[in-house]
């Protein structure tokens, strides 16, 4: 049975991009990460400012137990802090989702997150940290990026899909986005968001 990961910071839309691939992936289910932190008490802190801080370790046994238990069923596994628990030989493919800032901002505004969380978050992305975690963890075999920034979330679901049938090839070709601000002029302006 398959096993994919979609990862990314908050934003990039990993929810939206799984539940479009449940629909075509016949007996496929979803595991959200940070759901079940949640529901199985892996939580070290609840912080109405930048949200949750799980204890990893608990989390990283709770789903090594719920990848085994679902053995027989395709599996998509949500969670920007999937590189924290799993390991490389858990999965078949880990999907790193990308945005540009610019897209970010408004969205994070959207959802009304605090100035801290969004400077957080949007840092994070043009550093390319979830990238970097996962092709830590995961492998440069395993991994893939896709730039969500200007596709909806049926094109990504397709692309994702395809890497899935082996009918697109896999690519590991980060946005720049430091760059992309620099040469706007926008450096300080995201870094002192």
Do not use: C
Not at 118 to 125: D, F, G, K, L, T
């Amino acid at each position: 049975m398959t096993r994919l990961v979609i990862s990314g910071n908050p934003g990039v839309g990993k929810h939206s991009t799984a539940k479009l691939i449940i629909n075509k992936i016949s007996g496929a289910k979803i595991l959200d990460i940070n759901k079940i932190a949640i529901d199985f008490n892996a939580i070290l802190k609840k912080d109405s400012k930048y949200g949750i801080d799980v204890n990893i370790k608990k989390l990283n046994r709770i789903m090594a137990h719920k990848l085994k238990s679902e053995e027989s069923v395709h599996l998509i596994v949500i969670g920007h802090l999937a590189p924290y628990v799993l390991k490389s030989s858990q999965i078949d493919l880990a999907v790193i989702l990308r945005r540009s800032p610019y897209k970010l901002v408004t969205t994070f505004r959207k959802r009304k997150y605090p100035i801290e969380k969004i400077r957080e978050n949007v840092a994070s992305e043009i550093l390319g940290v979830s990238f970097y975690d996962a092709l830590q963890t995961f492998g440069r075999n395993k991994i893939t990026e896709l730039d969500t920034t200007n596709k909806v979330p049926e094109k990504v679901a397709q692309d994702i899909i395809l890497f899935l049938e082996g009918k697109k090839t896999r690519k590991i070709d980060a946005p720049d986005w430091l760059s992309l601000i620099y040469e706007n002029g926008d450096l300080n302006k995201f870094f002192e968001y």
